[in-house]
């Protein structure tokens, strides 16, 4: 059965709106654990535009199941993870003007300084998984790095404008999946998965964990974040 992975970055990001002490993430979190989801996620930014390193050292204190760090593969954010010691983390390319996370790591291209942060990381014997876009090629690359896990960037599907797209990008990720499996990899996925789109992703089966936040936090802005994380937690089960 899949687990969910509740990212609640953009509980932060209303809080600093208007720079006070709420909405607050880790009681988020909390919620969020005892409506079932697998793990907890958050991304600490360098321009720290949401999660506070505050966050994170609470976190840590206080998560329950499994708490993921999304982070780039930087020396600061490398020292942050050893101090605080997630039990994963997730190497996420970061551009600063960028909203989201626009795209997968390339893994190819970046061998040599993503070595460096996964054997620090290893150190201190943190699970450590790549994002990556739906690619084999960046799939061998993160398995030649001794990564645990990839996590298949699904914006591309969820962006689709038609069907017939959506399909080809449904082809790809299954290709990952098995070539992750076969590869002996840990396969996860994120990115831009909402309540109408996921279906079809988890149908796919081999996906061990969905991280999943702004539909979530979206809904939970209507419905409440117990409500919003069972939600998608009977989803993500139903693989």
């Known amino acids: 059965m899949a687990r969910l992975g509740v ?3 953009h509980v932060a ?3 600093q709106a208007r720079g006070t002490r709420e909405p607050d993430p880790v009681t988020a979190a909390a919620i969020a654990e005892l409506a079932g989801a697998g793990g907890i996620t958050v991304h600490l930014r360098e321009d720290r535009r949401h999660i506070q390193d505050r966050d994170v050292y609470l976190l840590r204190q206080t998560v329950k199941t499994r708490l993921n760090l999304e982070m780039a593969a930087t020396e600061e954010m490398t020292g942050i993870a050893v101090k605080i010691g997630p039990d994963a983390v997730t190497l996420v390319p970061e551009r600063r003007e960028e909203l989201t996370t ?4 390339d893994v190819v291209r970046h061998l040599k300084s993503l070595k460096g942060a996964i054997d620090t990381l290893r150190q201190r014997d943190i699970l450590i998984s790549l994002f990556v876009d739906p690619d084999m090629q ?3 690359a993160a398995h030649r790095l001794g990564a645990d896990a990839i996590e298949i960037h699904t914006g591309a599907y969820c962006n689709a404008e038609t069907e017939t797209a959506a399909g080809k990008e449904l082809e790809k990720i299954e290709a990952c999946i098995r070539g992750g499996h076969k590869l002996g990899l840990s396969v996860h996925a994120g990115h831009g998965l909402d309540y109408r789109n996921i279906g079809p992703v988890v149908a796919l089966g081999g996906i061990v964990e969905f991280n999943i936040g702004h539909s979530i936090v979206s809904r939970a802005v209507l419905v409440g974040m117990e409500r919003a994380v069972r939600e998608m937690a009977d989803l993500v089960r139903a693989s």
């Open 138 to 140: 960046q799939v061998k």
């Open 102 to 105: 626009e795209g997968g790591l």
């Open 7 to 9: 990212n609640i970055d």
């Open 13 to 15: 990001t209303i809080r």
